[in-house]
């Protein structure tokens, strides 16, 4: 473990797969492929408490919106929740590794994918309802922020569900199998990028379907900006930043930002509309919210150095901070 102005602290983990900050922005949470499930000092960088992980690997994890219970799921089938007050709930998910955990927006349920199979489950991981029938794996899992929908990815689609109610899932198809999809923050629209280096915006209430294409190659990250009028996208060394303001992005030239040497790996925007990413390059960059509004755009305000490439990034709550993990382990905490 290290402190460093540039470096910032280092907690010594194994490999991530998969980090989070607790709501109230004091721990960092940290899915390991080891298996361990740990928590992570947000300010000190320093290891606070290592809690029961999964046999084979934790691949995923989620917070409650109040912070109080912390939910994983792994390679051995099984969900855990374990609460503030040191309660924990297990239980068996089916046959398949758990890969995905959400927590609806008001905190009275989680659903997790684990195979071809969806669930909700209450907070203590009571049986609430079952979802099967997909094709494919689900790869992707989130609640459309002010609606009661789940909404998985799977396949080449998107499949959207009202918990609760028996009608069917809507689905909404596209040309090539999903890589990664992001809701905007008011639940207006999904962005979804797809393996055929293409980007597509679906509205969710109109059913209008926007195709963004002309990547060099297959994006992997996505990020709305906190007023939900920019979508960032991450293919190749270039972040691509597409107006959603007025008229939207059609027929308008995006912004771009270069300066990774490297396969951008992860973006998020800071609640006052500043951008960070981080790639493959070991670098976290920090722009400004007018970055890519000249020509040529300006040089990133901060560029944050690790040792190893970086795969996944969070900002804290306050936004005073960034976590990001690096692919040959260990998880960095620096101030913005």
Do not use: N
């Not at 983990?13 to 000092?41: F, N, R």
């Not at 028996?166 to 990028?193: K, L, N």
């Not at 998020?268 to 755009?297: E, K, M, N, Q, Y």
């Amino acid at each position: 473990m290290s402190w460093g102005k540039k470096r910032g602290p280092t907690a010594p983990v194994e490999v991530a797969q998969a980090i989070e900050w607790s709501p109230d922005g004091e721990t960092v949470a940290v899915a390991t492929l080891g298996g361990a499930l740990l928590l992570i000092d947000g300010r000190s960088g320093r290891e606070s408490l290592r809690l029961p992980g999964h046999a084979g690997g934790t691949l995923a994890l989620a917070y409650s919106p109040d912070g109080q219970w912390l939910a994983s799921g792994g390679s051995d089938g099984r969900v855990r929740a374990h609460s503030r007050d040191g309660a924990v709930a297990d239980v068996a998910a089916g046959g398949h590794a758990v890969g995905c955990i959400a927590w609806a927006p008001e905190g009275d349920c989680v659903a997790t994918a684990a195979g071809a199979t969806v669930r909700v489950w209450s907070r203590e991981l009571e049986l609430v309802a079952e979802v099967t029938g997909y094709a494919e794996a689900v790869s992707s899992l989130f609640w459309l922020p002010g609606a009661e929908l789940l909404v998985s990815a799977s396949g080449r689609g998107l499949q959207l569900l009202e918990v609760g109610r028996d009608e069917q899932a809507r689905r909404v198809d596209w040309p090539g199998a999903i890589v990664a999809a992001r809701p905007s923050g008011d639940g207006a629209r999904i962005a979804v990028a797809t393996e055929l280096r293409t980007v597509h915006v679906w509205h969710c209430r109109s059913g209008s379907d926007l195709k963004m294409s002309g990547y060099d190659a297959a994006v992997g990250a996505l990020a709305w900006s906190p007023d939900h009028t920019h979508l960032a996208t991450g293919g190749g060394d270039t972040i691509t930043l597409w107006s959603f303001a007025g008229r939207g992005p059609a027929g308008r030239v995006p912004g771009a930002l270069g300066g990774h040497d490297g396969r951008v790996t992860g973006l998020a925007f800071t609640a006052d509309g500043r951008l960070v990413s981080c790639g493959d390059d070991g670098t976290v960059r920090i722009w400004s919210r007018h970055a890519a509004a000249t020509t040529p755009s300006l040089p990133p305000q901060k560029v944050l150095r690790a040792e190893a490439p970086l795969f996944a990034l969070a900002i804290s709550p306050d936004g005073t901070r960034v976590a990001a993990a690096a692919s040959q382990g260990g998880v960095h905490v620096w101030p913005l």
